[in-house]
């Protein structure tokens, strides 16, 4: 890689934290939070302690970012909330960004506008971490990123009808991006002057870390792509043993909520035709019967 240092850049929501409200609390007591605003709490995803003392200990060779589709302040106020909490350094973060930098709306979060804003910062040692599909499977970043299991502890069921609570308890997503962290840093001791993506397939080979890249069909919403796509990303997930073999992601859940929505349509629609066809029909017979009460006088010849 031409640049040493690595840079890894974090979405916040769903990705490092879950922001609780305080009448939610009770059952997520026994969950790392820390108090954020007007009553709220935080829950911090499940060893993201292990993750900065990780970035803290490797400060010259990685160099984490913010990156949120909240506003600029809202990434700010997440930034300095976790310094305070994890002892981290004022320049800990290359950069706390927000919806304001997100210029290209159609690939959001494009890490070609990261590598114009810092000239160190490259497709072949810079990467996005996010739990949103759109935010990673596009043109510009799907060999630059990696997709992580949302963190939302709140959801309605989980796979293995598992508790969420337990779900989220047992989340083990960063002791992975730790593992996948350690082996970029020894491939970059005898970096190469390479020019190809950190995780294109030819360096997921070259680096052994083809476990992690899965095959992911999801609902798109970009514009100009198909309505169901399947792209070859880096995942990591607590579905399936890390090492352990290829990892399968559902696909979100709007593809039922929208079949479901046309199914409702066309059963109104066969309702109203329905409707239709059976005043036609009644119309016709009050025509005949009428025609039998008042027959049409036939003209003499």
């Known amino acids: 890689m031409i640049n040493n240092t690595i840079f890894i ?31 709220n709490k935080i829950i911090l995803r499940p060893h993201i302690e292990k993750l900065f ?10 160099k984490p970012a913010i990156w949120t589709y909240g506003n600029e302040k809202y990434a700010t106020s997440i930034a300095e909330l976790l310094k305070k909490q994890f002892n ?31 000239k160190n910062c490259n497709k072949t040692n810079t990467f996005l971490v996010d739990n949103l599909y759109t935010n990673i499977a596009h043109t510009a970043n799907k060999e630059n990123s990696i997709l992580i299991e949302s963190f939302y502890p709140f959801k309605s069921f989980h796979e293995n009808n598992t508790s969420p609570v337990i779900a989220a308890e047992n989340d083990n997503c960063f002791l992975t991006l730790i593992d996948i962290c350690k082996t970029l840093i020894d491939s970059n001791k005898n970096a190469d002057n390479t020019t190809i993506p950190i995780f294109s397939k030819e360096n997921i080979k070259k680096l052994d870390l083809l476990s992690y890249l899965n095959q992911i069909e999801t609902k798109s919403l970009i514009p100009g792509e198909s309505l169901t796509t ?27 909520k929208k079949n479901h929505t046309k199914k409702n349509h066309t059963t109104k629609n066969h309702i109203k035709k329905t409707h239709k066809s059976k005043r036609n029909i009644t119309r016709r017979n009050i025509k005949k019967s009428l025609r039998r009460k008042n027959p049409t006088n036939k003209k003499s010849k």
């Open 88 to 118: 981290l350094s004022n320049g800990f973060f290359l950069f706390t960004w927000g919806k304001e930098n997100i210029i290209y709306h159609s690939t959001p979060k494009n890490m070609n506008y990261v590598y114009t804003k810092f």
């Open 53 to 62: 003392d990780f970035l803290k200990e490797n400060e010259n060779k990685i």
């Open 230 to 256: 399947t792209t070859e990303l880096m995942y990591i997930g607590n579905t399936t043993n890390q090492k352990g073999g290829k990892q399968y992601r559902k696909p979100e859940k709007t593809h039922t």
């Open 9 to 39: 850049v974090f979405d916040i929501d769903e990705t490092l934290l879950h922001l609780l409200s305080e009448n939610e609390m009770e059952q997520w007591s026994k969950m790392n939070t820390i108090d954020y605003n007007d009553g």
